[in-house]
Antibody, heavy 118, light 107 residues
């Protein structure tokens, strides 16, 4: 079965960077795009962008182009999202999710809580 | 960019009632809409794809409808376990925008 296992919660200082991971299993990693979604506390969902694990091609929401960098490691079936120059506005839960063609975001990681605080 | 607007922001319903929530796209998106359910502390779950198709395992009391700019999610005979946030999403084209959500509470 498809599983997306995300890294644990992170407490980071303002101005720093953080790299989140999303380890995929149960399917061929390079066959499906991985998307990332932000959810601030008590707020709605924001689409950050996606990466094609096969080619490394990325597509970002304009809002996150200078904030997020998506990469993959095909050898470990892991997708990464690095968030840079963190501020309190970046405190949120971040999800990785996999598109099921013809359907929608059918598979989600458990989420990673990022807290930005000094 | 397309904006997805959901209404109402919240609603309080009794078990057994029928409820309809709305999602309006700022431009024509055809039937490229998905609906998700999210309970506190959980990841979102796919309910409806392409506006009106129930995803695998979703109870048939959930019905999606609409085309173009106006979409609905109806829950017939609401159950206690349906208390959650519901989000619509424009799919298949970037940006894959979500609506602001509707909170469904049970009385």
């Amino acid at each position: 079965q498809v599983n997306l296992l995300q890294s644990g919660a992170a407490l980071v200082k303002p101005g720093a960077s953080v790299k989140l991971s999303c380890k995929a299993s149960g399917y061929t990693f390079t066959d499906y795009y991985i998307h990332w979604v932000k959810q601030s506390h008590g707020k709605s969902l924001e689409w950050i962008g996606y990466i094609n694990p096969n080619s490394g091609y990325t597509n970002y929401n304009e809002k996150f182009k200078s904030k997020a960098t998506l990469t993959v490691d095909k050898s470990t079936n892991t997708a990464y999202m690095e968030l840079s120059r963190l501020t309190s506005e970046d405190s949120a839960t971040y999800y990785c999710t996999r598109w099921l063609p013809g359907y929608g975001f059918a598979y989600w990681g458990q989420g990673t809580l990022v807290t930005v605080s000094s | 960019n397309i904006v997805m607007t959901q209404s109402p922001k919240s609603m309080s319903i009794s078990v057994g009632d029928r409820v309809t929530m709305n999602c309006k796209a700022s431009q024509n998106v055809g039937n490229n809409i998905a609906w998700y359910q999210q309970k506190p502390g959980q990841s979102p779950k796919l309910l409806i794809y392409y506006a009106s198709n129930r995803y695998t395992g979703v109870p048939d009391r959930f019905t999606g409808g609409g085309y173009g700019t106006d979409f609905t999610l109806t829950i017939n005979s609401v159950q206690a376990e349906d208390a959650a946030f519901y989000y619509c999403q424009r799919i298949y084209n970037s940006p894959w925008t979500f609506g602001g959500g509707t909170k469904l509470e049970l009385k």
